[in-house]
């Protein structure tokens, strides 16, 4: 298996820092994103390519537009806009999450937000990695229900599914798709009293022996059925973001995820 690093692992970190630890840990690939820290806003594409360049790490995608599925109003735009910068800085792939404030999107509806979101890809040679979230109140909790708009749009040249194991879990679903997978996202949930409708992206810490996530059991599954992409480290919770060495606790959560799989 190979390790990524999202940068919300560190978001205190400048970007070159963040692309230095994540070499420094063994990880070639990287994540950026758009809010925690919002890359986009502070930093020029060119830089971003420059930056990624100096320190020979490829970035991975741009992290997340949202919500992809309910296209109208600014969101055309704003998708142009980051695929165009994603171009720019030599990025792969842009991450797309479903709207989550408890509002139902209709199928038909995803289907034309795919349709619409394919040629912006196809123009500039990106990827977009449709990633279901788990929570009750999304309107695409399953990769089943991804599969079956990106079908129905006619989109696999240029979509695939993002593989959450923290929203794998809460989803319910049990089903992993290997082959369609191009990314995964691992995080963990050690509180033990926490009901797992309860649990939000704050609670979402590193990977360790009190993982209740099956963050493991996850991972072996996805190698033994094929899929050979990145594990991306995309760990929320404020205790992770102030922790005053970030690289030694990713290095312990990778170590000790390496050891179980």
Same mark, same amino acid.
């Given at each position: !298996?190979?390790?990524? !690093? ?19 840990? +063994? ?21 971003v390519k420059?930056?990624?360049?100096d320190? +020979? ?10 919500p992809?599925?309910?296209? @109208? ?7 142009e ?20 404030? +408890? ?20 123009a500039r040679?990106?990827t ?14 399953? @990769?089943?229900e ?69 963050? #493991? ?12 992409g ?11 973001? +102030? ?10 959560? !990778?170590?000790? #995820?390496?050891?179980?799989?």
């Open positions: !298996m190979r390790f990524a !690093m999202n940068h919300i692992a560190a978001p205190k970190l400048a970007l070159p820092e963040f692309f230095a630890m994540a070499r420094r840990l +063994g990880a070639t690939e990287v994540e950026i994103r758009n809010d925690l820290p919002d890359v986009l806003g502070a930093w020029k594409a060119a830089e420059e930056a990624a360049a320190a +020979g790490v490829t970035i991975l995608s741009i992290n997340a537009l949202y992809f599925n309910v296209w @109208k109003d600014d969101l055309p735009a704003k998708a806009r980051m695929a165009d910068y994603a171009a720019e800085a030599g990025v792969k792939a842009l991450v797309m999450c479903p709207l989550n404030e +408890g509002t139902p999107v209709g199928h038909s509806e995803v289907v034309a937000a795919l349709e619409s979101m394919a040629p912006i890809l196809r040679g990106l977009g990695l449709v990633e279901p979230l788990g929570f009750p109140v999304s309107s695409m909790r399953t @990769k089943r991804a599969i079956a708009a990106i079908e129905e749009a006619a989109g696999w040249d240029v979509f695939r599914l993002l593989h959450d194991t923290f929203h794998h879990h809460l989803s319910g679903e049990t089903e992993i798709y290997p082959r369609r997978t191009a990314l995964v996202h691992v995080s963990g949930v050690t509180d033990p009293a926490l009901a797992v409708a309860d649990m939000l992206d704050a609670h979402r810490v590193l990977v360790d022996a009190g993982d209740r996530l099956e963050n #493991v059991a996850q991972i072996r599954a996805l190698l033994a059925a094929g899929y050979d990145p594990f991306s480290f995309e760990p929320f919770a404020p205790e992770v973001h +102030g922790l005053p060495d970030p690289e030694a606790a990713l290095r312990a959560s !990778m170590d000790h #995820v390496a050891a179980h799989v």
